[in-house]
């Protein structure tokens, strides 16, 4: 079961440069929906958000306290909450074979090794993916990879998932099945993506634009503004 | 030689880690020692049937020797026109029969394990401000991500060939030096996202030797 936790999260006056480029200047925002997307633009700053919340990054003025851990004082805590899943499998499997990758999250956890080796042929098993337990990951699908990336950060029983364009090495079979799984979750997820129609379902979708809040509400009226606004600079360009 | 773990399971996968590498360890010190090539030779044969015995039925993973081919056949002609044939033969055997062992220890050892194995023995870089936690996983990264770099380095030389139809020049390699610290970056986000940092790593060896 996902780890207890108030489910909040809150950005009070974020600045942040990146390359020396200020991004966020004095950025607010709370959630406390269970299903938030995230859109906008390439650089508008959406992984720069996601990342801010399980302190791969860290602000240069303000705060943020996601689910009752401030980042900047309490990041060492931060990974056993937040799961991150990137946009890129290959990126985030470090071990060759299934039960590796999940037990080294749990090994980073504080777990002892062998146990950590047993409770990860458990997880894969109650999953119904025991046959990845010593499958080499090279051999696996990219949606199977994107799958034991999931399971990986879920081992940890995080309360809150974040996902940066998860979907972007996966044909369609893979994208639906994933999205059914991300709809069963317990935890929170806030997820960016550039496939809008995935957050039909969500409860809440914010669009960043050039760092600041661009539109933030259902998923319907925002999307729409945000396909506008596309349209529009489409027809002042052409 | 870096080559993917062998999930379907042989009897050295059942002999732990520690032992692996100890015996290639003292076996590659032998094979230094060895100097006479008829016996190196001999010795490299008795290295290649171990391999193929233990590896019965996965022979297929010899094809990824291929590409060394071409570098043991340079040295082994640098050797004979600068010191002659008996040395040529003895450093080719010599070279042959270790990559094979170290092979065969990867091929059969799972990662952690190999991990596991490892982290003691560097223990004492500790002393020189050196976690061993660090090294053991870097020696881990390498082995994992090689097949993902060779793989990049063919999707690079891929798009040249398609631009220009000719073969990949040297100063290729800088952008592919980009390409590789792009994914040192990505790597090392996905660790710390999990909770390996060099601080939680250290913070946990202070707390092991408090105990």
Redesign the interface.
């Known amino acids: 079961m996902p780890q207890s936790g108030d489910g909040k999260i809150v950005l009070r006056n974020i600045s942040l440069a990146r390359q020396d480029r200020p991004l966020f200047g004095g950025l607010s925002l709370e959630i406390a929906e269970q299903r938030v997307g995230l859109i906008g633009d390439n650089g508008a700053g959406k992984s720069s958000l996601l990342?801010l919340l399980?302190g791969?990054l860290l602000p240069d003025a303000g705060t943020i306290v996601v689910h009752g851990l401030e980042t900047k004082v309490q990041r060492?805590r931060l990974?056993?909450k937040?799961?991150?899943i990137?946009q890129?499998p290959?990126?985030?499997?470090?071990?060759?074979?299934g039960a590796?990758e999940i037990?080294?999250?749990l090994?980073?956890?504080?777990m002892p090794?062998q146990q950590a080796?047993t409770a990860a042929r458990a997880f894969l098993a109650e999953h119904n993916c025991a046959g990845w337990a010593?499958?080499?990951v090279?051999e696996l699908s990219d949606g199977q990879k994107q799958h034991l990336c999931i399971l990986?950060?879920l081992a940890?029983t995080p309360s809150l998932v974040l996902l940066d364009e998860p979907f972007s090495s996966l044909d369609l079979p893979s994208r639906m099945k994933f999205m059914q799984m991300i709809a069963a979750l317990p935890q929170q997820v806030i997820m960016a993506s550039h496939d809008l129609d995935v957050f039909a379902d969500f409860d809440r979708v914010i669009w960043i634009d050039g760092g600041k809040i661009a539109a933030d509400g259902a998923p319907s009226q925002v999307i729409a503004a945000y396909r506008q606004r596309c349209i529009d600079s489409i027809g002042r360009t052409s | 030689m870096i080559a993917?773990?062998l999930?379907a399971k042989t009897w050295l996968h059942h002999v732990s880690a520690g032992w692996k590498l100890l015996a290639l360890a003292a076996i590659s010190i032998a094979f230094t020692q060895l100097t006479d090539w008829r016996g190196l030779l001999a010795a490299a044969a008795a290295v290649l049937a171990l391999y193929l015995l233990t590896l019965l039925g996965h022979w297929s993973r010899l094809r990824l020797y291929t590409s060394l081919l071409p570098l043991l056949v340079g040295i082994g002609a640098l050797q004979a026109y600068a010191s002659g044939w008996e040395i040529a033969i003895a450093s080719i055997a010599r070279l042959a029969a270790m990559i094979l062992l170290a092979d065969l220890v990867t091929a059969t050892t799972?990662?952690?394990a190999m991990m596991?194995a490892l982290s003691p023995v560097l223990r004492p870089l500790r002393r020189i401000g050196v976690d061993e936690n660090q090294v053991s996983l870097a020696v881990?990264?390498v082995?994992?991500f090689m097949?993902?770099l060779l793989n990049e380095w063919t999707k690079r030389s891929e798009a040249w060939r398609a631009r220009t139809g000719r073969r990949p020049p040297l100063r290729l390699l800088a952008p592919f030096a980009a390409d590789v610290l792009r994914?040192a970056d990505?790597?090392a986000?996905?660790?710390?996202?999990?909770?390996?940092?060099i601080?939680?790593s250290q913070?946990?060896n202070q707390e092991e030797n408090k105990d």
């Open positions: 990342r399980n791969l060492a990974p056993g937040v799961g991150f990137f890129n290959e990126h985030q499997i470090v071990f060759p074979t590796e037990a080294f999250g090994r980073c956890t504080g090794s080796d010593d499958t080499s090279s990986a950060i940890m | 993917p773990y999930t799972p990662m952690l596991d881990a990264l082995i994992r097949p993902v994914l990505h790597v986000e996905a660790l710390e996202s999990r909770g390996f940092s601080k939680r913070e946990r």
